[in-house]
């Protein structure tokens, strides 16, 4: 049922335009949208990178979180892939929009921070400060994920 009604909530041209391009240009697009996300975030001090710190933050306030981010390999030992998996299970439960990302390194990158084994990105501090950005990337992950029936691993662009 949530199906349909995804791909009802996809825009027409928007629709045609995904079946007309190759997913892969698709998906570089939406990549190079999330890095614009991620950079005007970063400069609003909006977010928050690292497990322990993102679960400290789904913790304290779920409510203020936007996305967030996860690498396709975000780490190599046990206990770091049981929280990771912990952490993906509370944003569903939270409705919170997980986007997966090609690589951890790109992410250590544009965020300059060591631990990018997850990054939370905040609800725009101000009521009014517009998060159209942030409504269209998530509305353009929504349509490609209904049309190409798979959850997207995202290519940031290099920097």
């Known amino acids: 049922m949530a199906l349909v009604y995804c791909e009802r909530s996809c ?30 975030a970063i400069k609003e001090k909006r977010a928050i990178c690292g497990l322990l710190a993102a679960i400290r933050q789904l913790e304290l306030d779920p409510f203020r979180i936007a996305c967030c981010l996860l690498p396709q390999h975000p ?4 206990a770091s892939h049981i929280h990771t998996i912990l952490l993906q299970a509370f944003c569903y439960e939270q409705n919170i929009a997980i986007i997966q ?59």
Do not use: M
């Not at 905040?122 to 517009?130: I, N, T, Y």
């Open 75 to 78: 780490g190599a030992d046990r």
């Open 101 to 159: 990302v090609d690589s951890q390194e790109k992410l250590k990158h544009y965020t300059s921070e060591t631990d990018c084994s997850c990054v939370l990105i905040l609800q725009p501090w101000s009521k009014e400060k517009d998060t159209l950005a942030e409504k269209q990337l998530l509305k353009r992950i929504r349509d490609f994920s209904t049309l190409h029936s798979i959850q997207p691993i995202f290519k940031l662009p290099a920097t």
């Open 11 to 40: 825009d027409i041209p928007d629709r045609q335009r995904l079946e007309a391009e190759t997913p892969d240009v698709e998906n570089r697009r939406i990549g190079k949208e999330v890095a614009a996300v991620l950079n005007g």
